[in-house]
Nanobody
Framework: QVQLVESGGGLVQPGGSLRLSCAAS????????IGWFRQAPGKEREGVSC?????????AYADSVKGRFTISKDNAKNTVYLQMNSLKPEDTAVYYC????????WGLGTQVTVSS
């Protein structure tokens, strides 16, 4: 069964850190470009970060998270991570991962809440 499962979300204080995981099953994640997206209440889904397929040598970040978030890949675990540091209240959203090649897969999301 083809599946993407996000985990690692939660409640964190401003300035804190979380590491999100996106685990793939039923396909080899390294063959796909992987993106992290987020959607805050009342807002459209927006791209946060992405990593290229194969060697994953190319990464990109939204300006709003540049310097704070880091995307990485563990091919042995078939998992992509999003390390989020210096979190801000405006980072509060449901975070989704997306795998894209000839077809496309989405996970169900994980909630991140940044609040004191």
């Amino acid at each position: 069964q083809v599946q993407l499962v996000e985990s690692g979300g939660g409640l964190v204080q401003p300035g804190g850190s979380l590491r999100l995981s996106c685990a793939a099953s039923g396909f080899t994640l390294d063959y796909y470009a992987i993106g992290w997206f987020r959607q805050a209440p009342g807002k459209e889904r927006e791209g946060v970060s992405c990593i290229s397929s194969n060697d994953g040598g190319t990464t990109a970040y939204a300006d709003s998270v540049k310097g704070r978030f880091t995307i990485s890949k563990d091919n042995a675990k078939n998992t992509v991570y999003l390390q989020m540091n210096s979190l801000k209240p405006e980072d509060t959203a449901v975070y989704y991962c997306n795998a894209h090649r000839d077809n496309e897969y989405w996970g169900l999301g994980t909630q991140v809440t940044v609040s004191s």
